[in-house]
């Protein structure tokens, strides 16, 4: 089955902890993206990748890392989280390039909670 | 930054009615817009990607247009069914290699 698979679906940690969520997908995509979902702010783009070794920032970057060592993962990392970064989290991949004629595949979301 | 305005933000709609709502984007550098739906706990799923002026697109109840000149597009529900309950994104991309921009969604309920 066609997918996107983010690792773990929840998870709580205290500020400081280095973590990393895992976004993998099985569909060959060329492009990723890690979103952030807030109330009342809609999702932001954090940081995404158009290929592999390719990462670009997105709106709301800091604080975050990212790495594209393959196609098919794209993790995003928090060297040192705090609680600002507490949100649910979306990993989406696409076919072409930026998206254009092929939409994104979400995967089922991180909610992170930092204290 | 590029700025993606969806209105209303909240619609309660009677089961059986019509709906629509709306997406305002930059018609500077269109390259391409997407709309979602997004139902509570779930991720957004893709209902349209859209490029060309005047696109006209349909999924079953579900219909959308675009203005690529005076940048807008409109989402059309025909008989709201309670499965249509969701939040709906819309999410505009101006150039080829850039980011994919959303707006803050709307969320639509339908009453029994």
Redesign the interface.
Known sequence: EAQVTQNPRYLITVTGKKLTVTCSQNMNHEYMSWYRQDPGLGLRQIYYSMNVEVTDKGDVPEGYKVSRKEKRNFPLILESPSPNQTSLYFCASSLGTGGYNSPLHFGNGTRLTVT | ?LNVEQSPQSLHVQEGDSTNFTCSFPSSNF??L?W?RWETA?????LF?M?LNGDEKKKGRISATLNTKEGYSYLYIKGSQPEDSATY?C?S?M???????????TRLHILP
């Open positions: 930054i390259y391409a997407h979602y779930k991720s957004p799923e893709a990607v490029t994104l999410a991309l150039n080829r290699d850039d980011k994919i921009i959303f707006g803050k969604g």
